[in-house]
């Protein structure tokens, strides 16, 4: 009785000690692995090009992991070597800054990467090659190669060197880990990162057999389609080609009421908003709806910048004004009974790919997605052609329709078989007097990518309004676009 009263609280000093352990060993995982810090961004365009859309949770990589990938595997890298690092896959990086335009890094646990809208939506352009390289945010990206990047690190995890001594050395040129960051690096971040990104690559491989994006294009809906977790159609029993030019997001009050997107799938901004953080990885428990409200109102009366050149000629731009409301403001001016509509393919006449593969099931199981959240969807519809947008910006949003398909505004005014049939898109040198960027010659071969319009998805048919005008008045026309 004496020995067992004595072994009694013995035994429930241990337990009490081994849960206090617990516990400690518990809340040392949590603060090393979920702990999550705000990111301190100062004001909205801060946060435009860096903050988190809530990608950081379910695809979001460990960013010392990032960060020396590019070293360690150089010769998964596109390109000669010219550009080094993640430049060769055209990300734009900013002095100083931590991450590219369009990558956030945040700490869930330790220092994680994820990508935001402005890895696509962020123009940049220079006037001559050897002239600054502008960036404007919200304008549609045209070197970024967002299929090369799922390919670098699909490949990286798939080589052999892709272990925990290989990259902890390469880290620890760069910054000092603790030893038990060091141990859990070793043990759990990298094996977890390496089995994640072979996932992910296994996830893209219905893109092997379907044309290249190339850079300034991606499927936008293919990949949301195929996600087991997400719309989870089969790409087995679906081989639609959905290839198709970023989009600028400026000045989205001028689309108040249209269809968006370039097929008119969904025609309220925040479910386009919202969908598109979730196409790049956010999930709803992880998708900050109140800063992606702030994003949206950012974005509704952000402005194009002005053509970059000697300002246009004002005569020629006033003739050129007075043709466009004669032949294109019907549906693409500001009143035009058209604008922000849909119309047919079988009236504009362009590629059918990109139409083809948003399809009416894939909008109803959007539709259902999110259904128990406080914010919903419930505008996605198919449709049966292609929105005509207003032209706000329209220099920078070369090359031009939906799939990217004419390098200038010039060729687009030409009739389809005297516009480029092989170009090279991804160069961001624009071209002094075409209304585009530089597509040909030397140096747009050497740093572009070769669009061969024959390929499914890359035609270039369609859209001959103007086509038939004399040169002077095609000119003119040009001149008037200048201004927009
Ligand atoms: C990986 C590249 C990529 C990322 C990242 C991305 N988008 Fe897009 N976005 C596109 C492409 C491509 C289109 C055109 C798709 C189509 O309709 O074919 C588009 C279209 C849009 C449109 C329609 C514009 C219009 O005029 O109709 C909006 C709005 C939009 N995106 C907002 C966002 C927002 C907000 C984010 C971040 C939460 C985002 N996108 C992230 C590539 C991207
Ligand atoms: C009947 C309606 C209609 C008329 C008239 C029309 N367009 Fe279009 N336009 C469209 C549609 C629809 C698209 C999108 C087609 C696509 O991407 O496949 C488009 C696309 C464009 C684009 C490419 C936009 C981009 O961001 O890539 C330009 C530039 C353009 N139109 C200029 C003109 C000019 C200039 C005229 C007059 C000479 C004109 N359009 C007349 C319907 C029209």
């Given at each position: 009785m004496a020995r067992k009263d004595h072994a009694h609280p013995k035994s429930r000093r241990w337990l009490a000690l081994l849960?206090?352990?617990?516990?400690?060993?518990?809340?040392?995982?949590?603060?090393?692995?979920?702990?999550?810090?705000?990111?301190?961004?100062?004001?909205?365009?801060?946060?435009?090009?860096?903050?988190?859309?809530?990608?950081e949770q379910e695809e979001?990589?460990?960013?010392?992991?990032?960060?020396?990938?590019?070293?360690?595997?150089?010769?998964?890298?596109?390109?000669?070597?010219?550009?080094?690092?993640?430049?060769?896959?055209?990300?734009?990086?900013?002095?100083?800054?931590?991450?590219?335009?369009?990558?956030?890094?945040?700490?869930?646990?330790?220092?994680?990467?994820?990508?935001?809208?402005?890895?696509?939506?962020?123009?940049?352009?220079?006037?001559?090659?050897?002239?600054?390289?502008?960036?404007?945010?919200?304008?549609?990206?045209?070197?970024?190669?967002?299929?090369?990047?799922?390919?670098?690190?699909?490949?990286?995890?798939?080589?052999?060197?892709?272990?925990?001594?290989?990259?902890?050395?390469?880290?620890?040129?760069?910054?000092?880990?603790?030893?038990?960051?060091?141990?859990?690096?070793r043990f759990l971040i990298i094996p977890r990162t390496r089995d994640g990104l072979l996932e992910q690559a296994e996830r893209f491989t219905w893109t092997d057999d379907r044309p290249r994006w190339g850079p300034g294009r991606i499927d936008p809906f293919n990949p949301v389609k195929f996600h087991p977790d997400l719309l989870a159609l089969d790409p087995a029993e679906d081989d639609t080609i959905g290839n198709s030019d970023i989009m600028?997001?400026?000045?989205?009050?001028?689309?108040?009421?249209?269809?968006?997107?370039?097929?008119?799938?969904?025609?309220?901004?925040?479910?386009?908003?919202?969908?598109?953080?979730?196409?790049?990885?956010?999930?709803?428990?992880?998708?900050?709806?109140?800063?992606?409200?702030?994003?949206?109102?950012?974005?509704?009366?952000?402005?194009?910048?002005?053509?970059?050149?000697?300002?246009?000629?004002?005569?020629m731009a006033a003739r050129g004004e007075a043709l466009f409301e004669e032949h294109c403001a019907s549906c693409h001016g500001p009143e035009g009974g058209c604008t922000g509509t849909v119309i047919p393919q079988s009236e504009?006449?362009?590629?059918?790919?990109?139409?083809?593969?948003?399809?009416?099931?894939?909008?109803?199981?959007?539709?259902?997605?999110?259904?128990?959240?406080?914010?919903?969807?419930?505008?996605?519809?198919?449709?049966?052609?292609?929105?005509?947008?207003?032209?706000?910006?329209?220099?920078?949003?070369?090359?031009?329709l939906h799939n990217g398909s004419v390098p200038t505004v010039e060729d687009l005014l030409r009739p389809a078989e005297e516009r480029p049939a092989v170009f090279y898109r991804g160069y961001d040198v624009y071209h002094p007097e075409r209304l585009g960027f530089i597509h040909a010659g030397e140096e747009a071969e050497r740093h572009g990518f070769r669009y061969d319009t024959a390929e499914p998805g890359n035609g270039n048919q369609g859209h001959e309004y103007g086509t038939e005008l004399p040169t002077e008045d095609r000119d003119a026309l040009v001149e008037y676009l200048k201004t927009l």
């Open positions: 849960l206090v352990l617990g516990a400690a060993v518990a809340a040392i995982g949590w603060y090393e692995l979920f702990r999550e810090e705000p990111q301190n961004l100062d004001g909205v365009e801060a946060y435009y090009r860096y903050g988190s859309i809530g990608t979001g990589l460990p960013y010392w992991v990032w960060r020396v990938l590019p070293e360690v595997f150089p010769q998964h890298l596109p390109g000669d070597g010219e550009d080094a690092g993640y430049a060769a896959l055209g990300v734009v990086w900013e002095e100083g800054e931590p991450t590219p335009v369009g990558f956030s890094r945040k700490t869930i646990g330790f220092p994680r990467i994820g990508i935001n809208c402005a890895a696509c939506h962020t123009a940049t352009y220079r006037t001559a090659p050897e002239a600054e390289r502008r960036i404007v945010p919200a304008g549609p990206h045209q070197t970024f190669d967002p299929q090369a990047y799922l390919r670098f690190l699909g490949d990286a995890a798939a080589d052999p060197d892709f272990t925990a001594d290989t990259l902890l050395a390469a880290i620890e040129e760069e910054t000092e880990l603790s030893w038990l960051d060091r141990l859990l690096y600028p997001l400026w000045a989205m009050d001028e689309q108040e009421g249209y269809a968006l997107h370039w097929d008119g799938l969904n025609d309220s901004l925040t479910e386009v908003v919202l969908s598109g953080a979730i196409g790049d990885g956010a999930r709803p428990d992880s998708l900050p709806v109140e800063s992606l409200g702030e994003l949206e109102t950012y974005l509704r009366d952000l402005a194009p910048p002005p053509y970059p050149f000697d300002s246009p000629d004002r005569q504009v006449g362009t590629d059918r790919h990109r139409l083809e593969m948003w399809t009416a099931e894939s909008a109803e199981r959007y539709n259902a997605y999110a259904e128990d959240y406080p914010w919903d969807f419930d505008a996605f519809v198919k449709t049966d052609g292609y929105v005509a947008k207003p032209l706000t910006g329209i220099w920078l949003r070369a090359p031009y």
